[in-house]
C-alpha cells in the first residue's frame, strides 16, 4: 500500500476528503511512488479560509521581516538541494543535472523576493498642488493562488510563491497530480521555517481543485503555468469571476540558423534545447530551420549526435537524456511522429518503441529527429512536449521569419549568426516573448519578466520580474493636506 499525499493548511499537514487519487509513478522504473488526492471543493474552501485568516496579520508584519523568512528558506534549499534534486527525478524522469538546473533556478526566484522591501517602494511628489502632497503606496493584495505544471515542479511554484507572500499576501499552491512529490518537500521546508500559519497553503489535486480555487470569491488572484488550452480556461475562469490572472501557456519555439553561424557551436546548443528534459520544456527548441546552405549542414551535424545521446535512468550521473512523464506522454509523442511521417517529413533518427536494458516498465521515447518539415503540418503546428526536433528549410532570413511568425505561439525563438544586422532584425521582427541571439534555450532570470506572446500567454502582468511585484500588489494613491 503506498502513502496518499497531504495538503497543508493552517500549518499543519491533513488529509483530504477526496475519493479519487492519482497514481505518482517513477516514469522510469515504473515504481508507484504515492497517491496524490484529488482533493475536494471543501478541502480548497478550507485552504482559503486559513489563507484568508492569515492575511491580516501577515500584511502587517514588517515587509523586512517578511524578507527575512526568505533569508533562512534559501539555507534551506540550499542544505537539502541534492535531496530536492533526488526527487525531482525519481518522480519527473529527468536527468540529476537537469534537476539541480531547476533547484538553482527556483533559489533564484527566492534570491529575487528578498529584494521585495526595495522593489515594493514607490513614488511620490510635494507641492502637487500648493500644500497638498501626493504618494503611492504598494499594498499586498489578499489571497493568491498558482496552478502548476508537471515539468518544473520545484522551480515553477517558486516563480510565485516567494514573491507573492513577501509582498505580504498569503497563498495556496495547487501542483500538478502527476509531480506532487517535490512539491511536498517544499511545504516540509516552509513548515520548518515557522511562517504564521495559514500564510502558505497547499492543496494538492486536478482540474477540480483548480476550478474551486478560481471560483472562490475570497481568492484574489491566479498565477498558472501550463498548456495553452487549460491556460485559456484558466484566463476566461478567473476574468469571469473578476481576479486578476497570469496565464502562461503552451509552445512551439523555433531556432533559425544562418548560414554564417558557427555550426558545430549552434548544433551543441540545439542538442542541449532540443532534448534537455526530454523535450518537455517550455522553451524547448522544436523546429530549427536551416537557412540555405545550413540546412544540410545542420541535418548531417545532428543526425549523428543525436542518435548519440545516452539515454537512461536519470539517477545514473552519465545519462544525457531521461524519460518522458508517463505512457499516455510516449503513445501521444509517437502518434505525433506517425502523423508527420504520414505528411511526408523524413523521421532521420527514430525514437519510437523506445527501450532501455532493465527499465523495461519505464515511459521511453528515445531523441527523434525529424527533417523535411512542411509549413502547416503537425511538426510545425502543434506542441509536442517530447524529444523530437523537427527540420525545415527557409530560402533566406526573411523567410525563417515568415515561418516563426506563422506561430500561434509565442513563447520563445532563437537565432544563430554571426551577423549582428540579422540578430537585430530578428529581435526587431519576431513575435514571441523571449529571443535568444546564439542561444538555445531562452529562459529570462528571476528578476526578467518571463515573456510569452500569442497562444503561449493569456493576461497583462507576465509572472517574474517587476510585473510580479505588480501583480502581487494593490497601488492606492494618497493626496495629503495639512493646515
Ligand atoms: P496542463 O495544462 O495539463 O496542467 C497544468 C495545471 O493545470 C495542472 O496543475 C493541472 O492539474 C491543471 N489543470 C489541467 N486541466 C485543467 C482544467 N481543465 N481546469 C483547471 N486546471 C486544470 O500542463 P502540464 O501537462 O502539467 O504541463 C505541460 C505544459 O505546460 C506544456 O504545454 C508546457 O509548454 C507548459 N509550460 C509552460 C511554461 C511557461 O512558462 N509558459 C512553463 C512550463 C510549462
Known sequence: MSRTVKNYLDGEWVESGASDAFAVHDPATG???????????????????SAKAAFDEWRSTPVLVRAQYMHHFKVMVEDNFEKVSQIVVREHGKTMDEARGEVRRGVESIDFAMS????????????????????????PAGVFAAITPFNFPFMVPLWFLPTAITCGNTFILKPSPQTPLATEYLFEMLDELDLPEGVVNLVNGGAPSATALMEHPDVTGVSFVGSSPVAKI???????????????????????????????????????????????????????????DAYDQLKDELAKQVAALKVGYGLDETTQMGTVISDAAVNRIESMIGQSEGEGAEVVVDGRDFQVDGYENGSWVGPTLIADVQRN?????????????????????????DIINQSRYGNAASIFTSNGKHAREFKYSVNA??????IGVAAPSASFPFGGQKDSFFGDLHGQGMDSIEFYTERKIVIERWV
Open 116 to 139: 521585495v522591501p526595495v522593489l515594493m517602494r514607490s513614488d511620490g511628489l510635494e507641492d502637487i498642488s500648493s500644500g497638498i502632497d501626493e504618494t503611492t503606496v504598494r499594498q
Open 433 to 438: 516573448g523571449n529571443i535568444g541571439v546564439n
Open 31 to 49: 515504481e508507484l511512488l504515492a497517491n496524490c488526492p484529488d482533493s475536494t471543493r471543501e478541502d480548497v474552501d478550507a485552504a482559503v479560509k
Open 377 to 401: 503540418t503537425v511538426m510545425a503546428t502543434e506542441e509536442v512536449f517530447g524529444p523530437v526536433l523537427s527540420l525545415m528549410q527557409a530560402d533566406d532570413f526573411e523567410d525563417a521569419v
Open 234 to 292: 484558466i484566463y476566461e475562469t478567473c476574468t469571469r469571476n473578476g481576479k486578476r490572472v497570469q496565464a502562461q501557456g503552451g509552445a512551439k519555439n523555433y531556432i533559425a540558423v544562418m548560414p554564417d553561424a558557427d555550426i558545430e557551436a549552434s548544433v551543441k546548443n540545439i542538442l542541449g534545447a532540443a532534448y534537455g528534459c526530454a523535450g518537455q520544456r517550455c522553451l524547448a527548441a522544436a523546429v530549427a530551420v536551416g537557412v540555405g
